[in-house]
């Protein structure tokens, strides 16, 4: 991703013209990008934003103010966002990250949507199927490592008994460790939990200031503290050049993700040590934050029978509303899932809503005809997200040549293989 960062802030700087879209495969993506590249693309004067289908009304408003006025320099975006992207979306330059998958067929449309300008794929050896695909678009720039590095080594213990306990015996072999995990609560515990057995650890996520975060990278660096727990937030560029061994604690929602936290250390060509330290309790939990972001088809059912049950009752139907809540309990994972399935019927037309200045009042169309879901490129992104999570878990405990394979680069016959820039 540095290097597609760098790639758009050298376009700006020297072309100018429409903004450079970063195009990434899943919604989640977005995010997590837009959250690493905005600190530093604003440091230098430019203007990033995110781009897609779950995006809150003010970030909406925000975005679509942007490109009205020609003021957003890099857009990270969606590939299904940017299939219906608004028309004042042109952007001068497109770079696609093909990481875990592309699916040509989707980008193709988003290039017609977009006045196809000029575009250059990331391909990673993980998606040689997407390499082959996009080659049907035209002559595209294709850029990546073809070069197998040979000095990652990993370790497997994948479903150990006690985790902790390998960890810990883990870190004291090593002066620097970076620990991965998935949560926030979980960078917190674990560092909690080393501290107590006198190992000093500190943890690190994107909820921290910016500053802190930095000094805690330093102190890994200069070997103050031996141990960092790091959820989101983390990024290749404060990566202490010195570090060994990265323990891989937790499981990201991607395969893209995790082949980033293995392959970020050992960039120095000298030897380097990924402990595999995650278990099934770990995509389980990847699971349930999934479904509680995107809930499924069965879901969406269940919350329009539920708003549809209520229509006839006095008062009619609006959200936030405690009995519609409870009425769902149990069945829907949170209050939160409610919310954003109802964003999904709506934006599907399933349901109509209008706002009273204190609650989105719900009625339902009067034809009563049958609505395609997948018109709402919400529900489109997390079917994506759902599909890559199942992908992930056959990635993620499969045999160990393909996880090396996939963070050192090289594999695949020749042709398949992108061209080196």
């Not at 993506?29 to 009304?57: K, S």
């Not at 509303?321 to 409870?326: G, H, M, N, T």
């Not at 996880?403 to 016959?413: F, K, V």
Request: hydrophobic share 45%; charged share 25%.
């Amino acid at each position: 991703m540095a290097v597609i960062a760098h790639a758009a802030a050298a376009h700006v700087i020297r072309q100018g013209g429409g903004p450079v879209v970063v195009a990434l495969p899943l919604q989640g993506q977005v995010e997590r990008v837009h959250a690493e590249l905005a600190p530093a693309l604003g440091r230098i004067g430019m203007h990033c934003l995110p781009a897609h289908g779950a995006l809150m009304f003010r970030r909406r408003q925000a975005l679509l103010q942007a490109l009205s006025e020609g003021t957003a320099d890099v857009v990270v975006a969606s590939v299904e966002f940017l299939r219906h992207a608004p028309k004042t979306l042109r952007p001068s330059l497109l770079l696609l990250d093909c990481a875990p998958a592309v699916d040509a067929g989707a980008f193709s449309e988003a290039l017609e949507r977009l006045g196809r300008p000029r575009w250059s794929a990331f391909c990673p050896s993980i998606d040689l199927d997407g390499v082959r695909a996009l080659r049907e678009l035209g002559r595209p720039e294709v850029v990546g490592d073809v070069d197998a590095r040979t000095n990652l080594r990993l370790v497997d213990r994948r479903g150990a008994a006690d985790p902790l306990k390998v960890l810990a015996d883990a870190v004291s072999r090593t002066d620097r460790t970076l620990v991965r995990v998935a949560a926030r609560r979980d960078a917190v515990d674990t560092a909690r939990v080393l501290r107590d057995q006198g190992i000093a650890a500190a943890y690190y996520h994107g909820g921290l200031p910016q500053r802190v975060r930095e000094v805690l990278a330093q102190a890994l660096a200069d070997g103050r503290i031996a141990v960092l727990v790091a959820a989101d937030g983390f990024v290749e560029e404060v990566m202490p050049g010195q570090l060994k061994q990265v323990v891989i604690a937790g499981l990201p929602r991607d395969r893209a993700e995790l082949v980033e936290w293995i392959g970020t250390t050992g960039t120095d060509g000298r030897q380097a040590t990924v402990l595999l330290l995650y278990g099934r309790e770990d995509l389980r939990e990847a699971e349930a934050v999934l479904v509680e972001i995107h809930p499924p088809r069965e879901t969406l059912a269940a919350i329009f029978r539920a708003v549809r049950e209520r229509l006839g009752q006095p008062g009619g139907v609006a959200w936030p509303d405690d009995e519609l809540a409870a009425g769902l309990a149990g069945v829907v994972p949170s209050r939160r899932t409610i919310g954003i399935g109802l964003d999904v019927l709506a934006e599907a037309g399933v349901i109509q809503r209008e706002y009273d200045g204190e609650r989105w009042r719900i009625t339902l169309p009067e034809d009563g005809a049958r609505r395609d879901l997948t018109v709402s490129v919400r529900y489109t992104e997390g079917n994506r997200e759902t599909q890559e999570l199942a992908a992930l878990a056959g990635f993620a405990f499969g045999p160990l040549p393909e996880l090396l394979r996939a963070a050192a680069g090289g594999g695949g016959e020749p042709e398949d293989r992108p061209r080196t820039r």
